[in-house]
């Protein structure tokens, strides 16, 4: 077990490098393209953080191991809630983007209990899979579009103030968006690869593994960016990524997944949508108060997924 560990505290140091300069690039391309760095979060810091997920899922999936494919789907929701939202509170108190309150969080939750619903009775087939897919299309339509034109100069002055330590052309920041996410993915799939080991030789089933090693292992990529973006005090970012990311985990990977491979789901049970739909559900009220979400609330869900992990880990 040394080596597996010492291959995780590798991987671990790769996330965090690879987030750096994905957060470095994107910022700054935000600002040259004119879009606001609220939908820059939402979209493409999101999605692009979220592909080892879809990666794990369809290489799973592919290979017959389900519960690993929609564990890691609804874990990382949950993970992405509980722990990366908790921590970058803890860092920083996040500024909430009216948007977010009034559109993206709530989508969040009614795909939530709609895939919930969807997976009731367990499986989700293709036509299922593509209407996720589509959905996800219509989401970054009616994200992008709007987007350069609600660029306001108050989205620009804030990040004035904390100017990312960006390249100065838009090559070299494509250069350190690519280079950041292909680091974040190695990171994160040896990350995975070896924890699932780890978790194997204790005897841990293929649906908790999903839900917790791998999910979190696939999340690492959205933790070290949004703990990144907190640090920088670029808050859209920090939690644009986290809204993001859910909506994407939805949407974009469980919809591919289920097109290509239909879900049957066997061990990944009704409790954990039911936590991941609550998480949604409880995010609302704490981004209204105040317009922003605070330390004792990033305790408060930190606290909630240790509930989670504890009911859901075996003794």
């Given at each position: ?66 519960d ?14 509980g ?12 500024p ?21 619903l ?7 087939g ?12 219509a ?30 052309s838009?090559m ?37 593994i ?8 696939t ?93 859901l880990?075996?003794?």
């Amino acid at each position: 077990m040394l080596t597996e560990s010492l291959l995780i505290v590798l991987s671990i140091g790769l996330l965090l490098f690879g987030a750096e300069g994905f957060v470095r690039g994107s910022s700054a391309l935000a600002i040259r393209l004119k879009i606001s760095p609220f939908a820059i979060g939402l979209t493409l810091v999101a999605f692009g953080t979220s592909l080892p997920e879809l990666v794990v899922s369809l290489q799973a999936a592919s290979a017959g191991h389900a519960d690993i494919a929609l564990g890691n789907i609804v874990g990382s929701n949950i993970f992405n809630i509980g722990i990366i939202l908790g921590i970058s509170a803890l860092i920083c108190p996040i500024p909430v983007n009216l948007k977010i309150v009034k559109f993206d969080a709530p989508l969040a939750l009614l795909v939530a209990a709609i895939f919930s619903l969807m997976i009731a009775d367990g499986s989700v087939g293709r036509i299922g899979g593509i209407a996720l897919v589509a959905g996800l299309i219509a989401y970054l339509v009616f994200t992008f579009l709007p987007s350069r034109r609600e660029a306001t100069q108050a989205d620009f002055a804030k990040i004035d103030a904390h100017p990312p330590q960006a390249p100065h052309s838009i090559m070299l920041d494509l250069v350190f968006i690519v280079a950041g996410l292909a680091t974040l993915i190695s990171g994160s799939h040896l990350l995975v690869t070896q924890a699932t080991v780890v978790a194997q030789h204790f005897g841990v089933n293929d649906a908790i593994i999903g839900l917790t090693i791998v999910a979190a292992g696939t999340s690492m990529p959205e933790l070290s960016t949004s703990i990144v973006a907190a640090l920088r005090k670029q808050s859209d970012i920090a939690i644009g990524n986290v809204v993001g990311s859910n909506l994407f985990n939805i949407l974009g990977i469980a919809g591919l997944t289920c097109t290509a491979y239909p879900i049957i789901n066997t061990n990944v049970t009704m409790v954990d949508y039911l936590v991941m739909v609550f998480l949604s559900a409880l995010l609302l009220p704490l981004l209204w108060t105040g317009k922003r979400l605070i330390r004792i609330e990033g305790s408060l869900l930190i606290g909630l997924y240790l509930c989670y992990l504890w009911y859901l880990w075996p003794n």
